[in-house]
Every structure is written in structure tokens, then in C-alpha cells.
DNA sequence: TCTGGGGTCCTAGGACCC
DNA sequence: TCTGGGGTCCTAGGACCC
């Protein structure tokens, strides 16, 4: 294993890389925060927590300066401010990461076309093919940290390894501003020694019950009987998981994969009331059927599955669905469904933490639409498009948004 | 400490069909 | 009259990931 530190300026060694590791990971570094820093540049070195400031909210991301303080994603912010009071807290602006992120996904395209974007700051490459003309991962790796450093001032670790999952985990162990390159035969031992929290899939739940067996580390998966594991894990993950513990991970990178769900939902500030705040819950459905079908409409999908997720004061969470006889993408639609299932969900007598909404088994079937008994709306939801377009979201609502006023606006 | 919002995948039971 | 087994679809919930 060869280590290139960007805080050491140490040089990776091209001579360690056998060229075995053919599949890269890249992960920027503390994204929101750093695309954040770009715009405030005077508070680099300072503790910084991207999150929107509510009363309950969680941070989405924190600087490394912070995280020294304990603070880490997903983490309460008044947790967060607890722990480090001088952070700065920034909104955040989802359109500057899209953007830096289309950048370095430009940057990326330079050296294959095999790209798999995970998420908004990740995806993995498959090099196999570009290293006649740019050399092994590597030295591939170190470019692109180079290249995404000079052209969009972000920094990012950089993985590679023989497998998604190890280069993956390389990438990991790499961060911050690191590169970590892992060729085959120096796989098992990294993972032996590895909690077994390290491999994807397994979270609180599964670590607590594979510890029930007495199994710590991925040494310690790996030997043991597989039936043993499955057990308790349940098949799929099972074998997954001994898999991975073997360094096995026949995944491809997949450049595009379709969308199997699109939905929005929203945590209110406070709890609503089932009776008294009726109408503000109403508003908030419609405008999260809305918001949805507006974006399976520019995604040219529709959905036969409409399904509600409702969370009560007490954090218990439910979930109902309808299948329709027709796909949809029609906003009253999805909404008229979300309110029965919501009404019929057990929970329309409690008080609401969450609302949300999301339509699943999409097709991109259109002709299918023709079929259903919503096209008097589809004309309407067409023309609201376009407005939005010319104009911005927000130009045209539904009067029912407009009445419930900004109770709603506000919630987001 | 008090828990966001976007998703994916798996399991399990029941309905229904052959 | 009672009882198969397999396959597929639907629904609910849970675990997990970023």
C-alpha cells in the first residue's frame, strides 16, 4: 500500500502500483462545506457546519475543524452547537454543489467514460481501459486530485483498488486530501483486521447482532460458516457479506442506472395537529405531490405506485401505498391518493412530526398516462412547467398553497 | 442527544393463478 | 373434501447509505 498525503507532500511510489487495482474512488472531502468555504474564503481554518438552521435540523456536513469537536453528519445541531459554540453555521445551497459537482465530474470524463456517479461528491471508475494512455490507477488517481484541486479549489481522497468496495474503503482510509492505492494481493490483509462496521451494509443494527456472535472483524466473518451468518443477517445480506469479507465484489461500475422511486418529504418545526393544523397538513401533501410529479414530469417518468410515509410526535414512522391501474405523473393525482392512504394510515388521529410523499414502479412509458383518468390535470400541470421555467419554481402554486399561506413556505 | 431528506435493497406474509 | 407447490404481485416494515 502506498499512501500520497497531501499534508506531507509525500509522493505516492508508481513503482508499488502492480496496475491490479483497475477501479478508482473518488469522495471530496467535506463537500458542502468546502464548496461553502469557496464563496467564504475568510473562514477557512474555522470549526463550519453546513446545515439549515431549524430546530431540527441535523448538520449535513462540518469541516475538519469541527469535526475535531465531535461533530459529524447526521449529528443534531444543537447537539453540534453544544459541542463546538464558535462553529459557524451555513445554509445550504444545494445549485452551488450540483454545480461543483457537474465540474468535477467533467474532470473525471477526461479519463474514461466509465463513470458510476454515487452521489452528489462520489463516484467510482473503472480504469481498466485508460491506463495505455494515462498509466496505471495510481498515477490516474493523483491527476485527478491535481486537475479537481487547480480547476474548482476543491480537494478530494482518491481510492483504488481491485473492487468498488476496497476502493472504496482505500478512499476512506485515504481522507483528508489523501490518494491510497491497494493492489490485489495486499487486499486480505487490510480487511482482516478491519471492524466489521467497515463493510457496506453493515450498520448499528447488524454489527450489534453479528457482536452477538462473538464476530468483531472481517477476519472474523470470513471464517466463520456461512449458514452461521445467514442465520441472523438474513440470506441476501449473508452472502453478501462473506463476499466482501473475502475481498469478492463482482459489482460493475454502472454508468447509468434508472430511478426506482422519486419523492419529497418534510419534517415540521413543530408537530401539527390532526384537527386543528387540518388544513396546514393538507397543504403540505399537495406540496410535496406537486414537487414530485413536477420532477418525475422533467424526468419523463411516471409512477403506478403512490406511497406515504407519516411520522408522529413519538418518532414512529409508518408507511401505506396504493398501486393505481395507471402510472401517473399528475400532481392532484398523487396527492388524492396520499390523502386517503394518510387518512386510512392509523395515524390521522396524532399529531404529525412528518410528512411525506413518493411515487414508486416508474415507468417511462407515456403512452400509459394516456390510459388514466387524470388527463384533464395534465394539461394544467403541462403549462405550470412551463411557467416554472420561464419564471422559477414558486410562480405558479396550487391556491390551496397560496391559502394556507406561508405556514407551509415556512416549513421547508 | 433527540433524531433531515434523498434514496436503495431485502424480507415476509397474503392474494391469486396455474 | 382437503390439500400440493411454484411464481408473481402487492403491501409494510426495516436496515442501510450519502
Redesign the pocket.
Known sequence: MSRQDGSHRRVSDPAHDDGTATILHI?MDA?FASVELLARPELVGRPVIVA?D?????V?TATYEARRHGVH???????AR?LCPRAVVIEPHHERYGHASRTVMAILGRFTPLIEQ?????AFLDVSGATRLFGAAGAIGARIRAEVRVETGLVCSVGAATTKFVA?LAS?MAKPDGLLVVNRDETRALLDPLPI?A???????????LRGLGLVTVADVRTTAPQTI?RV??????R?LIDLAHGRDRRAVTPR????????????PADLDPVADADQLRAALLD?AE??CA?ARRHGVLG??V?IKV?DA??H???????LVAPTQTGRTVFTTAWR?YE???MADRPV??I?V?L???TGDVAGALWSDDVEWQATDRAVDAVAERFGAGAVRPARLLRGGDAAAG??
Open positions: 469522495d463537500f439549515h431549524g430546530p431540527r435540523s441535523i449535513t453528519s447526521a449529528m443534531p445541531l444543537a447537539q453544544r454515487v452521489s452528489v461528491d462520489e472504496k476512506g462496521g463493510l457496506p451494509g453493515v450498520g448499528a443494527r447488524t454489527q450489534e447482532r445467514t443477517v438474513g440470506d441476501a445480506a449473508g453478501r442506472r434508472e430511478e426506482k422511486s422519486i419523492g419529497h418529504e418534510r419534517t415540521f410535496l414537487r414530485t420532477r403506478r405506485t406511497a411520522r413519538a418518532f414512522t409508518v408507511t401505506r401505498s396504493q398501486t392512504l386510512q394510515s392509523g412530526r412528518l411525506g413518493r414508486e414502479q416508474l416549513a421547508r
